[in-house]
């Protein structure tokens, strides 16, 4: 596979690659592998955000992070919601503090990050994983509004916490972003599902490349596809396990400094756009 820096050069190069098995993923540098080799973990005491982390897939994010030695952030729409997480991972053994944050809202989004720094503390790994799933056909009535709400979440959502947290990352010279995209967003598989979400995925694909594009430093953005997993969002007969979802995002949470920026991943290993 063709590299640009660390960045992936093309998806195509990427997907030629991993049929070919000429690309390899990256182990998991998660502290529970570096510990039975006896290494410190990379991450321990890094600040994490996890939006939509109050159930599904986000609150397992929030879970592994917490049990990699991350200090995490829940972040949640609703408070009540996002405390009761909370405690449900403080029953785990994990300390996980929730915070209030509607990322369809500049306002809310604005107030996080100002709560942070007036506390003196800096997100240093964010994952974007708030997101909705409206289904209407584009044409129909409703169709608008539809997109409308889809976008607000799924990509403007992103952009208002990569805009208010990335920035610091560049400063500081580390960051990690994840946006937890879909295959539904993928051109290379005919953007399936409904239009909305299909839409507001791929443009937070697009996001992720031009964002990686201007991040400098030791700071990696990258979006991942969990697959079709049993959440509410999902529901129950989708074949994967939270767990299963959850893999490839705190694995692109936690890359090391010669880990890829500017990536769409599945399970570790690259896709195609």
Known sequence: ?????????????????????????????????RRARGQPPLVVGRLALVTGGNRGLGLEVCRRLAREGLSVLLGARDPALGAAAARGLARDGLTVRP??????????????????????????????????????DLLAPGGEAAVREALEVNFW???????????????????????????SGAFSDGLPGPSPYAISKAALNALTVKLAEEARGDVKVNAACPGW???RMGGPGAPRTV??????????????AGGPTGGFFRDRRPIAW
Do not use: K
């Open 1 to 33: 596979m063709r590299l640009a820096g660390n960045r992936l050069a093309s998806p195509v190069g990427c997907c030629a690659a991993q049929r070919s098995g000429s690309w390899s993923p990256h182990p998991s540098w998660s502290s529970p592998e």
């Open 99 to 136: 915070e209030a944050v509607d990322v369809s809202r500049d306002d809310s989004v604005e107030a996080l990050a100002d709560r942070l720094r007036r506390a003196g503390e800096r997100v240093e790994v964010l994952v974007n994983d708030a997101g909705v799933y409206p289904a209407a």
């Open 157 to 183: 959502g992103a952009l208002r916490t990569c805009r208010a947290f990335l920035p610091a990352m560049v400063a500081a010279g580390y960051g990690r972003v994840v946006n937890v995209s879909s295959g």
């Open 229 to 231: 997993i049993a959440t």
């Open 243 to 256: 767990e299963q979802g959850a893999d490839g995002i705190v694995w692109l949470a936690t890359l090391p």
